[in-house]
């Protein structure tokens, strides 16, 4: 009975707590890296959390992965190869297989027990041909590969202390990744909340990512489970994704058979990349926030 | 000591709540018209709340404010009167004066209490020249005056069972406004939460607009305070937002002498009249959902 009406309380600051009603704890565990916890609750289905920090909920999850993965791969001409490091509840993996132009996916996730635990959910696309899973460490895997990728997408946890994705927001880290990436290559990653009290390191992000590529934009959405407004950045070397024209879009998503898609859809590409102006203040006055090795930021 | 630690709880649903710490209770009382409090809170400054709703914070009512006014008049080629029903606040009217087009506003309100609560923040506002005050219930006035406006603004509480705004959000409300508009008019409404629990009362202003006006656009923002993103609706005779370009923004702007916008500029403009796919779809599920004198709708 008293599980009835636990509630999980979302820290946003010590004044501000957002109270979701929790249906079942299904797990509530430390791993080797992290500590995970797999809830559902009363509105939004089943939801992971990493160090307290939700990942996903099952009821709008379509949101963040279809806007980490599609703006990404559609202002990429033709991507073959694509990386994913984190990634590993293989919801990323779920739309990058949509294009078909897609040959191979690496996935490179650290934490096994969480790739084990969402495999009921999702272990089908980690059976697909074209996917191998790796468990490790990303900024090391990236660090030894020969290989080179069209794109590279970062699907981390936020960077908290002592936390497994510390090192792969740092200059150091984009460095690597823009070493691996092809002559046209992209990057994108989950660039954390640009709202209160993550505005900062959001803006460190998206000031860290200037400093290696030539092309860096931002955009956004509200995510309703993570009861705020999300970040994510994509960083090119050659395409920008603000430069495709509606026709494009819709010609790339034709052409590579992309079905079933909730969130995304030309018009959307085409009004992703407007930042308010108050924003744009704020990135102007911090423009010597950098994240590095030796000065990481953590939220 | 008690007030020290008091938070105050935005319901979302039965299953979510929001959590604010209160640093001082100012007012909290029954007006003849509705409950107001007006709180301070530790991470927002000041909040009124009409019926338990949250109706701006001053740290970020900049957001509300100037979305509910710039998109709808730079809309207009030439704004000279403008008729706000509701906003007894003064936020929505000191963006209005911005606008050097502009010769005379009255504003309706049906609550003294809440105009005289806020006359500290804003009454210097009602000072000016052009404006008019005007106590009283805004369905009647406009049934009534003789007046034709260029820009009417709902700026309005949720509608609530028995609350003062009901019946200014129905269709036949709605064509009583579209009377009172010159051939190049337009009004804009606050419109709601697109968001779970909202989102069908958010769909159902968006098609009762549709059913009166020719050109109806809606537009999006994350409001911190609100803990959700907020909805508007401009609906349109003549001209449709999304068609000015950008530099004819830019050149109202600057002929208006417009300055010290926090949040709207030309390129939000640009961005702003994109709709992710689930809401068009959900709009596309729900377009008989009208809402009439006969068939109000609650939040």
Known sequence: M??????????????????????????????????????ETKDYGKCLYL??????????????????????????????????IGGGDGFALREI??????????????????????????????????????????????????????VIVLDLSEPVKDGPSNLLFTKEFYNIVKKKLSKIGLMVVQAISPIHPYRKI??????????????????????????????????????????????EIEKRLTKRYIKGLKYYYSDLHKGLFTIPKDLLNDINLNKKLIITDKKPLFV
């Open 51 to 84: 160090n307290d920090h939700i990942q996903f909920a099952e009821k709008d999850e379509y949101i963040y992965h279809e806007l980490l993965i599609h703006p990404a791969l559609i202002t990429h001409p033709e991507p073959k190869k694509v990386l994913v």
């Open 2 to 39: 008293a599980k009835k009406n636990k509630w999980i309380a979302d820290h946003i600051t010590d004044n501000e707590y957002h109270l979701y009603k929790v249906k079942k704890v299904l797990v509530d565990k430390e791993t080797d890296y992290q500590h995970v916890k797999f809830i």
């Open 97 to 150: 297989l949509k294009h078909n132009t897609v040959k191979e996916v690496i996935v490179v996730d650290i934490d096994m027990q969480v790739v084990e635990l969402m495999s009921e959910l999702n272990g089908k696309y980690f059976q697909d041909k074209r996917v191998k899973m790796i468990y490790g460490d990303g900024r090391k895997y990236l660090e030894d590969t020969s290989e080179i990728y069209d």
């Open 202 to 247: 959001h803006i460190a992000i998206y000031n860290t990512l200037c400093y290696i590529f030539p092309i860096v934009k931002l955009f956004y959405a509200y995510i309703p489970s993570y009861g705020t407004e999300w970040g994510f950045a994509i960083a090119s070397k050659k395409y920008d994704p603000e430069n495709l024209t509606k026709d």
